[in-house]
């Protein structure tokens, strides 16, 4: 069984952008999607991959994750997916220890930059660095799934 145990920040700073190791172009769109779980497809650079999750409590899923033939997940984007399609350059650093990726949308969610780290445990403790603001890792708003469905810029006013 596939768990991914994720916490999910705003930033309060741009300081991070001097440790980025390396940056990925990334479109994605989703076949399904609803409270419970959601399928995705995703083109990163020059890899395709089909996702499965299911969502617990927004920081605990289950996920599975599979590659596919390049040509089948240009098809499913341009032809299945709903839409808008979810556009991001995540950026890759290393902070003590751990793996940080800044998700910086792109598109109909432009202006809004994420930072995720991926745990061993819900309680499993890890550096804050100073760029990190406030933790949104249990509001929805914030799931890729629910921004190819109400896109920031929609909703980034109120918030």
Not at 43 to 49: E, K, L, V, Y
Request: glycine content about 4%; some cysteine; charged content about 30%.
């Amino acid at each position: 069984m596939g768990i991914e145990i994720e916490r999910k920040f705003l930033l309060a700073s741009d300081a991070w952008k001097d440790d980025v190791e390396k940056s990925l172009n990334m479109r994605q769109g989703y076949l399904s999607h609803d409270a419970q779980s959601s399928v995705r497809v995703r083109i990163c650079d020059d890899r395709a991959d089909i996702n499965v999750k299911s969502t617990r409590d927004g920081i605990y899923r289950l996920e599975y994750e599979y590659p596919i033939p390049m040509q089948d997940a240009q098809e499913l984007l341009s032809q299945v997916a709903h839409r808008p399609l979810v556009e991001k350059t995540r950026h890759v650093l290393y902070v003590a220890d751990h793996c940080w990726e800044i998700d910086e949308f792109h598109g109909d969610n432009a202006g809004l930059i994420v930072a995720e780290i991926e745990l061993a445990s819900v309680d499993e403790r890890f550096y804050r660095p100073d760029w990190l603001g406030e933790e949104i890792s249990t509001d929805a708003r914030y799931y890729n799934s629910n921004l190819s469905k109400l896109p920031y810029k929609y909703w980034a006013e109120d918030s």
